[in-house]
């Protein structure tokens, strides 16, 4: 099998399976008294301290979450909610118009039953967030912005965005910033304290931790209410029992991804520039999407004119390649990505594309194999294509 | 797949046939939650799971085919147009006219498939003749009956040699957990079975006389004349009983002036049917009258009768006249046969007629 799917997730790295095993064997609850107690509390602390390290943060503001989803609808909500207590006045989100449907749908959440207004941050065609358009928006609402969010780097299209400038330009507004950096810590430098950011998101899968664990990275003088209630675990911003093993497995994996991230991402680059050059050779008409060069070293993301991602998807995975139309399925049906659209491009080129994500077990074998299998593909593709714009 | 019992294990044996199957359901709702919420029917997000554990069971890829706007455009705004034409028609015929066979087939063979597999009850053998399913009380060669030779040469249903009971135990054998839901029964796309509420949510209210045929005369009042199926007795609501003391039975339904006509039972007698857009499926055009067996609706009891071609038009002569004949319905010609009947070709009913003497 060619295992294309990395940004979905991506395999444990064997040093944090090991971690975790060996956690799994330990006995305790890391709120309790005793002595497994303050064993588990410890390696619950020692974990948020190599994170904190890892990630240019203080270990006070590594909030551990169940993932990537619970931290986007913490920092979203939570954030939203202390800012309006405190200022009745600011309810107005600042959203880019690319984000993961944990922000997206937690923002238009807050917009339905909150009545949170938002104004939404463009795109330009490569998907790199318009810092003009931010500037403009906190000139104009200042006063009434609650927060605003912008993904460090995007899942589909693999742009990476201009992080600290558009956190520089909302410290100046005195508006705090959150990002999903989920794709970017391992694939790009993400230091948390540098970058200006009020709160970051993290998680296990996408780095060679666990699913289902993650954090909320949250500056210390940011006011941010509950979505949990219960046992206060964590700052009284998040309550559950902590998952011990979960968290000393994600540690393990968050040092490793960043202390290994530039040979990680000089050698996921080559392959990936590889399959780039053996797609345009393989189908001449097939288009990059997203920023040539600010780009995830594991991302490449096409639309294949003519074709449905759908049916692609189909052919290649019965060729024995896994890779992913990158949109979100609503019921299982594929909907045309919004960040394509956001970029500018039409329906049709929203709905013909495909994305192929590496990661640290990519070869060039897997390479070839998309290559080999995609003209076929695609020629198929392309018939059932006609097939259905001929009847529609 | 559509989530049920029967596509499930016709899946299964396709596989186990060694064709190199691919399991698909079809999302055939806009908003999957509007549409039936119950355990039953094609569209649910359960039903997509269902059929997904089965494909997962089963061990083939399975994905979910958008369909939601063809089927609307040919299924649904036909079914509508055609009550409001004053017919009856049927969704599940259509669907396997325009979709299953249709927009499913011709998509999957540009893909590189070569056939559709569907859990109809049916025979379709090498032959290439489609019968019925050894389960008479399953069989639904009705529905299938408007495939032409081409769609049937990319067909398989591998249950029509089963009844439904050994379906089931063969599933639950199979562990699909599908083993035991029960079979679906009204329309897929009217969530709760009111068929009426669905017309009138569509088409609105527009009252109108209802008149009986022997006396010209209005013996009440309706609020949709679509609401109204031929031979339909119940919910006419008269205002008087009929002169001659016996029940009324709606007779036709005339949408221009929007009238409802009743009369007798024994007026609702036909032994001459008229079709439109006949479909041969077992291959030729009858040059001479043949002598067949007809359905004339889902589930109705099969007559004898002549069939032949009139000008491009289906004509069946019944050996004994018959009631409550719908337009809109399917008139599809059988010939007996010990090893399943075989379907001869089908038409659109657009009249019918006493031709003979009243019995
Ligand atoms: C950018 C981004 N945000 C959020 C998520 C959700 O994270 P999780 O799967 O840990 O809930 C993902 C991955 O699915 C992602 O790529």
Redesign the interface.
């Known amino acids: 099998m060619a295992y294309l799917d990395h940004a979905a997730t991506t395999p444990m790295l064997p040093e944090a399976l090991d971690a975790y095993a060996a956690t799994a064997r330990e006995l305790g609850n890391a709120s309790s008294l005793h002595a497994p107690g303050r064993h588990a509390r410890r390696r619950v602390e020692e974990s948020r301290e190599r994170i904190a390290a890892a990630l240019g943060a203080r270990p006070s503001e590594v909030i551990f979450t169940s993932g990537g989803t619970e931290s986007d609808n913490l920092a979203v909500k939570g954030i939203f909610w202390a800012r309006r207590a405190a200022e009745p006045a600011r309810t107005r989100i600042i959203a880019s118009a690319v984000e993961h449907h944990a922000v997206l749908d937690s923002v238009e959440w807050l917009a339905r039953e909150e009545g949170a207004r938002v104004t939404w941050l463009p795109v330009d065609g490569l998907g790199r967030m318009e810092v003009d358009a931010l500037r403009a928006s906190l000139d104009e609402y200042g006063d009434e912005v609650a927060f605003a969010t912008a993904m460090w780097a995007n899942n589909e299209v693999g742009t990476v965005q201009p992080v600290a400038e558009l956190a520089q330009i909302c410290a100046a507004h005195g508006v705090p910033l959150h990002t999903d950096a989920i794709q970017a810590v391992s694939q790009v430098p993400v230091d948390f304290a540098g970058s200006g950011a009020a709160a970051l998101t993290v998680t296990g899968h996408k780095l060679g931790g666990p699913i289902g664990v993650g954090a909320l990275v949250l500056g210390r003088d940011i006011e941010c209410t509950p979505l949990l209630h219960g046992g206060g675990q964590e700052r009284d911003v998040r309550s559950g029992t902590l998952d011990v093993p979960g968290i000393v497995a994600f540690a393990t994996a968050v040092e490793i991804a960043v202390k290994g991230r530039a040979e990680y991402a000089a050698r996921v680059g080559e392959i990936r520039d590889a399959l780039i050059a053996g797609v345009r050779q393989a189908v001449p008409d097939a288009i990059l999407n997203g920023d040539p060069v600010d780009r995830l070293p594991g991302n490449a993301h096409f639309s294949f004119p003519g074709c449905e991602g759908d049916a692609l998807l189909l052919l290649l995975d019965a060729q024995g390649i896994a890779c992913s139309t990158g949109s979100a399925c609503s019921a299982g049906v594929a909907q045309p990505s919004h960040v394509l659209l956001a970029m500018g491009a039409d329906d049709d080129r929203a709905r013909s594309s495909l994305r192929f994500t590496l990661g640290h077990t990519s070869t060039l074998a897997e390479v070839d194999a998309v290559v080999a299998a995609l003209p076929a593909a695609v020629e198929r593709a392309r018939r059932a294509g006609a097939v259905r714009a001929a009847r529609v | 797949m559509s989530g049920g019992v029967d596509s499930a294990v016709a899946a299964a044996r396709a596989a186990e046939a060694g064709y190199?199957v691919?399991g698909v359901?079809l999302?055939l709702s806009r908003n999957?939650q509007t549409y039936r919420s119950g355990a039953r029917g094609c569209c649910t997000?359960e039903d997509?799971r269902d059929a997904?554990r089965a494909a997962d069971v089963i061990g083939i890829?399975f994905?979910?085919?958008?369909m939601?706007?063809?089927f609307h455009a040919d299924v649904v705004d036909d079914f509508v147009a055609e009550y409001a034409a004053g017919r009856t028609p049927n969704p599940c015929l259509r669907c396997n006219e325009k979709i299953k066979f249709a927009?499913v087939l011709?998509?999957a063979l540009?893909?590189?498939f070569d056939a559709v597999v569907t859990g109809h009850h049916a025979r379709l053998g090498a032959d290439g003749l489609l019968r019925r399913s050894v389960d008479l009380g399953k069989d639904q060669s009705y529905v299938l009956a408007v495939l032409t030779r081409e769609q049937l040469a990319h067909s398989i249903f591998p249950l029509g040699d089963s009844t439904k009971a050994q379906v089931r135990e063969e599933a639950a054998r199979r562990d699909l957990a599908v083993a035991e839901k029960p079979d679906s029964h009204d329309i897929c796309f009217i969530a709760d079975g009111d068929t009426r509420g669905f017309l009138h949510s569509r088409l609105g209210g527009t009252p109108g006389d209802i008149v009986d045929a022997t006396t010209g005369e209005v013996v009440g009042t309706h609020e949709g004349a679509y609401a109204y199926t031929v031979g339909q007795r119940r919910g006419l609501d008269l205002r008087r009983p009929a002169a001659d003391g016996k029940p009324r039975y709606v007779l036709s339904i005339t949408p221009v002036t929007n009238t409802v006509t009743v009369g007798p039972a024994e007026a609702l007698e036909v032994d001459r049917v008229h079709g439109e857009r006949p479909v041969w499926t077992a291959g030729e055009v009858p040059s001479s009258e043949i002598d067949c067996e007809v359905q004339l609706r889902a589930h109705g009891e099969p007559v004898r009768a002549g069939v032949r071609v009139d000008s491009d038009r289906l004509v069946a002569e019944l050996h004994r006249p018959v009631r409550g004949i719908a337009a809109g319905q399917a008139v599809v010609a059988y010939r007996p046969d010990p090893a399943g009947d075989i379907v001869l070709g089908s038409a659109t009913i657009t009249t019918a007629e006493r031709a003979g003497a009243p019995a």
């Not at chain 2, 994905?63 to 958008?66: E, G, I, K, L």
């Open positions: 190199d691919t359901h999302a999957p997000l997509a997904r890829p994905y979910v085919w958008d939601a706007d063809r927009a011709d998509r540009a893909l590189g």
